[in-house]
C-alpha cells in the first residue's frame, strides 16, 4: 500500500477477481507476480496470468507423460538431445550414494563421499556448475568457482565459501537419484554485456497443432543480485518478455 497506493480492501477485492478467475491466481501468486500494481498491468493483462491450479489442469489436459517424465531426468535428457545434434554443458561425472544400475558413457561416476571429496579436490575441472539430477526450479545448484586447498573449502562464483564437509553433506541430500557436475557455460559477450557472466535462459512456449509447431510466446530469465540461477522465484531476478 505504501508503494503503490492500493488499499487493503482493494487488494482483497483484487485477490478474489482473480482467483476466481481463468487463471484461478491465488494470494501467493497475486503478490509474487506484482498484481497489486495498477500502474503496470491493466485488468485484462492480471486476467491473462496463469496460477499453479489452472496450469496443473492444463499440464493434465494437454501434456503426454510420456514427455514430460523424461525432461525430469537431467542426465536422459541430455541424452536425447545430443542423439539429435543438440549442443549442451559437458557432463564431468555424476556423484550417487551407491552405485547406479544404468552406464553413463563418457561420463565418471564416483560413489562414495571419499571418492567425491578426492575428486573436488584433486580433479575437478574447474569452475563448475552442479545440480541434482532430478530436481527442478533450481533446488540444489550451484555454481562453483574453485577449490581452496589452504581452508579446505568450496568457493561458490556469489562469494560464499563453505567447508568441504559442509559442501558433501549438501551433495548427499541427493545422493539417491544422482548430483552432476557440468562444465560452467558463459553468455555470448552481447547478452554478458546486458546481463553479466551468468546464464539466461529463453523460454519458449510451442503449441502443436495437427503436427505443426507454432511459437505461442517466448520469454528470457535473467538472474540478478547474487543469484546463479534463472528462476522467478528467487528475489532479484527479472523476467523479460522476448517479441517473437
Given amino acids: 500500500m505504501e508503494n503503490h497506493?492500493?488499499?487493503?480492501?482493494?487488494?482483497v477485492f483484487d485477490i478474489l477477481r482473480l482467483k476466481r478467475g481463468p487463471g484461478k491466481i491465488d494470494p501467493f501468486e497475486y503478490y509474487i507476480y506484482g498484481l497489486y500494481d495498477d500502474e503496470r498491468f491493466?485488468?485484462?493483462?492480471?486476467?491473462a496470468f496463469v496460477g499453479r491450479k489452472m496450469m496443473a489442469r492444463l499440464t493434465k489436459k494437454y501434456f503426454k507423460d510420456s514427455f514430460t517424465a523424461i525432461t525430469t531426468d537431467k542426465i536422459v535428457f541430455r541424452q536425447l538431445l545430443e542423439?539429435?545434434?543438440?549442443?549442451?554443458?559437458?557432463?564431468h561425472a555424476i556423484y550417487f550414494r551407491k552405485p547406479p544400475k544404468t552406464i553413463y558413457d563418457d561420463v565418471e561416476v564416483i560413489c562414495g563421499t571419499h571418492a567425491l571429496a578426492d575428486y573436488l579436490r584433486h580433479r575437478a575441472p574447474y569452475p563448475m556448475f552442479s545440480k541434482p539430477v532430478n530436481q527442478a526450479q533450481s533446488l540444489g545448484i550451484a555454481a562453483v568457482d574453485y577449490y581452496d586447498s589452504d581452508g579446505d573449502n568450496v568457493v561458490l562464483a556469489d562469494g560464499r565459501i563453505f567447508a568441504m564437509a559442509q559442501y558433501l553433506a549438501a551433495v548427499e541430500n541427493y545422493a539417491k537419484t544422482g548430483y552432476m557436475f557440468q562444465e560452467r557455460l558463459a553468455p555470448h559477450p552481447v547478452i554478458e554485456a546486458m546481463c553479466g557472466t551468468r546464464?539466461?535462459?529463453?523460454?519458449?512456449?510451442?503449441?502443436?497443432?495437427?503436427?505443426?509447431p507454432t511459437i505461442l510466446r517466448a520469454s528470457l530469465k535473467i538472474p540478478a543480485g547474487r543469484n546463479q540461477a534463472d528462476n522467478f522465484w528467487?528475489?532479484?531476478?527479472i523476467l523479460g518478455g522476448i517479441d517473437i
Avoid: H, L, W, Y
Fill in 234 to 237: 528467487r528475489a532479484d531476478n
Fill in 42 to 47: 491493466t485488468p485484462e493483462e492480471k486476467a
Fill in 199 to 212: 546464464i539466461c535462459t529463453a523460454r519458449i512456449m510451442v503449441i502443436m497443432e495437427d503436427g505443426v
Fill in 5 to 11: 497506493g492500493k488499499s487493503f480492501a482493494d487488494q
Fill in 83 to 91: 542423439q539429435r545434434g543438440v549442443p549442451g554443458p559437458k557432463t
